[in-house]
């Protein structure tokens, strides 16, 4: 570790040495892609963005390849700097979060064109980007939202600015002087991928309204995306869910126990997919519990629940109402929080498990922390009903164990969410253990469900009258 600690600190002192103090002389010679001005920062992408388009396909791929390269072999160190700076999640996690974007976030191969050929002619639609993204991103996720986004956004051929959330920004600066710097030994252009050092609301509310940004990519609460929706761009809007699971009795509750406390005490729950309650239908929930136990859950009695509600809470959700967590809380550790409700618990406990009433606020307010409540109903079309509500009509995400074919789909329906996990544990949605790829941008608000390269381009398209078709 100590290694690694060096590390950090050399290349955070790098980064800060190569950044000009003097914004008005920083695009000409700052090649780290960290600005201390945001006008800077668009500027210099946006330059970079017009020498990025004169490149070929098969650059671009070569860009991407050693962007992935590069944020692997940093992975450990940014997971830790990110941990460190936080104070959320779980550091051997967060390595697997990270591997999960470098891996499975899709390349150049995501923006095939398409050709229409019939007796009027040839029309050829192809991908093209649309110049300099502005980017939000939150303190959930910090790198692996950033090594995404860049590889999707530069895959369709873009560049990006990055308004970090500030609780994360060294994290998020350092990893943009790696990403440009991987981008530069490949033959791209500096500042292709750039961020400020000083990232905060009114830097966010700057990008949204500056005339070089082509369009905003935001991914955060709700107050950021109402914010950016208001702004007049076009906006791809990942906000907040609240992922219900449903258990019914016909699932394999061994399975279900393990892949609930697998999937929701993942990185301590800070993801915004992660399961967030659990319906369960009264008939299998004490096994259901035990299983969960067995896996590394702990079980609070109801005076404990009381303790914990009243930590972590700071407003109440309830029907129609979405509530706030205490955020000293978020992305905690179990042991940490049940420490202060005067409980010694050991680390390795991964949730801490509450059995409560449909109406209890942990059910209605997205906590992002490892506090799971759980909730009996009398049969699956109640836990159905519940979970939609409870969802707040986010259609983010939602998880269903169930081996009956005919509920898996109702489900599946009626809470039309951009993701869908049945008998899995939540990340398999999003490509870990589960088929696809991998995206920590879902917009469910604006409808493009999990973001890919594709996701980041405008179609255009070209027809050529009579000829061509060559059948
Ligand atoms: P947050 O909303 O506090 O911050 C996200 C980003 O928005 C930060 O960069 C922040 O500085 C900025 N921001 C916040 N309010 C703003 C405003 N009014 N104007 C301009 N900028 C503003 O979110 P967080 O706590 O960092 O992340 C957790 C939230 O994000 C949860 O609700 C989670 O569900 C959601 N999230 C969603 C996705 C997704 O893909 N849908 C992914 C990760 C996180």
């Given at each position: ?44 992408a946006d330059?970079a963005f017009?020498?990025f ?78 110049g300099v993204i ?19 956004m530069i895959?369709?051929?873009n560049a990006v600015v ?27 252009p500096?500042n292709l991928v750039a ?277």
């Open positions: 570790m100590d290694n690694l600690e060096q590390n950090i600190r050399q290349l955070v002192e790098e980064m800060v040495k190569n950044m000009s103090q003097n914004p008005a002389a920083e695009t000409e010679k700052n090649t780290s892609g960290v600005f201390s001005n945001l006008n800077s920062a668009v500027i210099a330059q017009h020498e388009k004169n490149l070929s396909l098969e650059s671009r791929k070569l860009i991407i390849e050693n962007i992935r390269k590069a944020s692997l072999e940093n992975n450990e160190m940014l997971a830790k700097m990110a941990h460190d700076e936080t104070g959320m999640g779980r550091f051997v996690d967060k390595i697997f979060k990270n591997e999960l974007g470098i891996f499975k976030t899709p390349g150049v191969e995501d923006i095939q064109p398409e050709a229409y050929s019939d007796d009027s002619g040839l029309t050829l639609v192809e991908k093209a980007p649309y502005g980017s939000i991103t939150p303190s959930t996720n910090p790198v692996v939202t950033i090594i995404s986004n860049t590889i999707g895959a369709a051929g990055f308004n970090p959330h500030p609780s994360a920004k060294k994290t998020s600066a350092c990893l943009v002087s790696i990403l440009n710097k991987a981008i530069i030994e490949a033959g791209g500096a961020c400020i050092d000083n990232p905060t609301i009114e830097s966010a509310k700057e990008l949204m309204a500056h005339k070089k940004i082509a369009i905003l990519v935001v991914t955060g609460g709700p107050a950021v995306v109402k914010t950016a929706m208001n702004s007049g761009k076009v906006v791809i809007g990942a906000g907040p869910g609240n992922p219900p699971c449903v258990v019914d009795e016909t699932a394999d509750i061994e399975k279900a126990g393990k892949h609930i406390v697998d999937g929701a005490g993942f990185d301590n729950n800070v993801i915004c997919i992660c399961e967030k309650e659990v319906i369960c239908v009264a008939s299998v929930a004490d096994r259901l519990k035990e299983e969960m136990k067995k896996n590394g859950a702990y079980e609070l009695n109801s005076e404990q629940i009381k303790k914990i509600t009243d930590l972590v809470i700071a407003d109440p959700g309830g029907p129609g109402k979405e509530g706030a967590p205490n955020k000293k809380y978020v992305g905690k550790n179990p042991n940490f929080i049940a420490k202060d409700i005067g409980l010694n618990l050991p680390e390795d406990c991964r949730l801490l498990l509450c059995e409560v009433s449909r109406d209890h606020p942990l059910v209605w307010t997205e906590q992002l922390m490892p506090v799971m409540p759980l909730v009996r109903v009398n049969n699956v079309d109640e836990a159905i009903e519940l979970a939609v509500a409870c969802e707040h009509g986010f259609r983010h995400t939602a998880i269903m164990h169930s081996l009956n074919i005919a509920k898996l789909s109702k489900m599946a329906k009626v809470m039309d969410c951009s993701i869908f996990i049945k008998n899995g544990p939540s990340y398999a949605g999003l490509g870990k253990g589960g088929a696809g790829f991998a995206s920590f941008t879902i917009a469910s608000p604006t409808g493009d469900g999990v973001t890919r390269a594709r996701t980041f381009t405008r179609e255009r398209r070209c027809t050529l009258v009579d000829y061509f078709r060559i059948i």
